[in-house]
């Protein structure tokens, strides 16, 4: 029997899609105070998500490791256009920066331009 891998099967759909995905990392080092790590201001960030509203449009992850653990504190944000992972925050302003561009993206029907603090953050997640 030929198997074919590359398709999907017929009718797959979900009826949540979102126009992004943040997904911050609170694995086994980002966040951990405990370990010398900088914090993250995760209960501040889901309670302000919920209180704007934010889920249906922008998906919010907090995650297990995401596996870069020798940059503290990493976010991946997932859109229609790729991935792109930031890195190395080591202050709360950028996760004030990712909640007003989900509002701005929810606003906009589609993802905005990331905020310009953000990109210093970003570096290359995969293998070239
Ligand atoms: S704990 Fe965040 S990358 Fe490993």
New binding site residues.
């Given amino acids: 029997m030929e198997t074919t891998i590359h398709s999907l099967p017929p009718g797959v759909a979900t009826k949540r899609r979102v126009l992004a995905q943040v997904v911050v990392?609170?694995?086994?080092?980002?966040?951990?105070t405990d370990k010398g790590r900088p914090a993250i201001p995760l209960d501040w960030l889901k309670r302000t998500w919920k209180e704007k509203r934010l889920l249906k449009h922008v998906q919010l992850t907090i995650?297990?490791?995401?596996?870069?653990?020798?940059?503290?504190?990493?976010v991946s944000i997932v859109t229609k256009h790729g991935d792109r992972w930031f890195?190395g925050i080591t202050t709360e302003e950028p996760f004030t920066w990712l909640v007003e561009w989900a509002e701005a993206t929810a606003a906009l029907g589609e993802p905005d331009d990331l905020p310009a603090g953000l990109l210093p953050y970003e570096f290359q997640r995969f293998a070239e």
């Fill in positions: 990392c609170s694995g086994c080092c980002c966040g951990r995650s297990g490791c995401l596996g870069p653990c020798d940059i503290v504190n990493v890195g």
